[in-house]
């Protein structure tokens, strides 16, 4: 691609880097290094990397199962518990979960890979192309799910697996939520999201419609009125931006951003800077600022207003960006931009202090001292937040500005279950997404099964 005088700009590098850049970050396992690795796992009774897994996957068994060549038990056993076992492979943060939790780790510091343990399994079945799980028989109940990311798909698979007919719905094009549009594309390459999707969708029983809104398109009063259970997993469609600075070309959401290269067929399309600044300190911060070097950039900083250890990110994930060559810069809060021409030609920001052990924050005794990086591009990763809006004022009880739920994922409206990344609470994790969508569908169909046993108790 011809180069712009734009600093800003696509076509960087040439067609075998960009392939080379968005390969596959870690490669699956071969067949003789499952059973290397297999074999580490101590099989422990009462195991601690099951108790830290949030959906409580059987992780023992799966690598027993591995041991004994049998891949395809071993997918059935995390499926069972996690339907998208494949993908939270790839995504999860296995360093802070079951990993850290392994004997292993306590002992010499190399806990057992069940993280590539359990993407060996997943893909082995992937493969086959069948579904281990078959739809129950039909209960005759209808239910809506909205929102097809992580939660809403669990959901959805397992009420179809309890015989209930599910109606899918969801904003986007595609299918998949975050792990479609919001995730680094060297951590799932080869179209994996769609088709995990397609596989959750084999089971039957799920009406899919997609690019359809709440709030737009239907509403949650004609979605009670019409199905007899509704499941809201909406996922956080706002972003948190930075008031009172002045606004300026090339000062984006790094969501979008990530958004837009992994949704282009080609990355030499995708704009990026020379020199980028991405303000913020979790793992969307670093997924833009390694696949800002990954694209071409010459100089990428992270800049987060407290300590490392305060991250959002995991240390494996902070340590990624430091071996992708971006510099992470700590206790500075955003302050504003210099421009020049209407474009972003620098961020500035206040030097702070650690204030106590405790982990506050406190400006410098002069105000906090300038910091200023010069920067072409600036992708902002301050957080999300849930938008209440479609759902209608006050039709939910909501607390920090999220979906209240109780411990079976029920809202304050009867008949209506959340979870995932709009609920209170929640981790913002696609694990734990995945196990509310899967607590929730048990609790609808004990709902559902409770209603049909006192109509028949009526007609008797």
């Given at each position: 691609m011809e180069q712009s005088s734009e600093t800003?700009?696509?076509?960087?590098?040439?067609?075998?880097?960009?392939?080379?850049?968005?390969?596959?970050?870690?490669?699956?396992?071969?067949?003789?290094e499952a059973f290397v690795e297999s074999d580490r796992c101590y099989f422990c009774y009462d195991a601690p990397c099951q108790n830290a897994c949030p959906t409580k996957i059987d992780i023992p068994l799966f690598i027993r199962q591995i041991a004994a060549d049998n891949a395809i038990g071993a997918a059935e056993t995390i499926l069972s518990a996690n339907i998208m076992g494949g993908m939270c492979a790839r995504v999860c943060p296995v360093e802070t979960l079951c990993e850290e939790a392994c004997v292993r780790e306590h002992a010499e510091h190399?806990?057992?890979?069940?993280?590539?343990?359990?993407?060996?399994?997943t893909d082995a079945i992937m493969k086959t192309g069948q579904q281990p799980f078959r739809r129950g028989p039909e209960t005759g109940s209808r239910v809506a799910v909205v929102g097809a990311g992580p939660a809403g798909l669990a959901c959805a698979h397992h009420l179809a697996q309890l015989g209930h007919a599910v109606t899918l719905?969801?904003?986007?094009?595609?299918?998949?939520?975050l792990n479609e549009y919001g995730i680094a594309t060297y951590k799932a390459v080869d179209d994996f999201a769609q088709r995990e999707v397609d596989f959750i969708l084999s089971i039957g029983g799920i009406e899919a419609r997609a690019g359809v809104a709440l709030g737009r398109d239907f509403d949650l009063a004609s979605l009670r009125a019409e199905y007899d259970a509704v499941f809201l997993g909406l996922g956080l469609a706002g972003f948190n931006a930075l008031e009172g600075m002045n606004e300026a070309a090339h000062v984006v959401d790094?969501?979008?951003?990530?958004?837009?290269?992994?949704?282009?067929?080609?990355?030499?399309?995708?704009?990026?800077?020379?020199?980028?600044?991405?303000?913020?300190?979790?793992m969307t911060a670093v997924d833009a600022a390694v696949q800002s070097k990954k694209l071409g950039a010459e100089e990428v900083t992270?800049?987060?207003?407290?300590g490392p250890e305060h991250m959002k990110a995991s240390l494996f994930e902070q340590e990624l960006a430091q071996r992708n060559g971006v510099t992470i810069r700590h206790w500075a809060s955003p302050a504003g931009f210099e421009q020049a021409g209407g474009r972003v030609s620098a961020a500035l920001f206040a030097q702070r202090l650690p204030s106590d052990a405790a982990g506050g924050t406190a400006l410098a005794a002069n105000g906090g001292s300038a910091l200023k990086i010069e920067a072409d591009m600036v992708l902002l990763a301050i957080g999300q937040s849930f938008i209440e809006a479609p759902l209608g004022q006050g039709t939910l009880a909501l607390s920090g500005g999220r979906i209240v739920i109780d411990d079976e994922r029920r809202t304050s409206l009867p008949g209506v279950w959340a979870g995932g990344d709009c609920v209170?609470?929640?981790?913002?994790?696609?694990?734990?997404?995945?196990?509310?969508?899967?607590?929730?569908?048990l609790s609808i169909d004990r709902l559902l099964q409770a209603a049909r046993q006192s109509v028949a108790g009526q007609e008797g």
């Open positions: 800003v700009t696509g076509g960087r590098l040439s067609a075998d880097q960009y392939a080379r850049n968005f390969a596959d970050l870690t490669p699956p396992l071969t067949r003789h190399k806990p057992v890979h069940i993280g590539l343990l359990q993407r060996h399994a719905l969801d904003a986007k094009p595609k299918l998949g939520g790094a969501v979008g951003f990530i958004e837009q290269l992994r949704q282009a067929s080609d990355k030499s399309t995708v704009a990026v800077g020379r020199r980028v600044v991405v303000i913020g300190g979790g992270i800049v987060y207003r407290r209170a609470g929640g981790q913002d994790l696609t694990v734990s997404a995945v196990e509310d969508g899967k607590q929730a569908a």
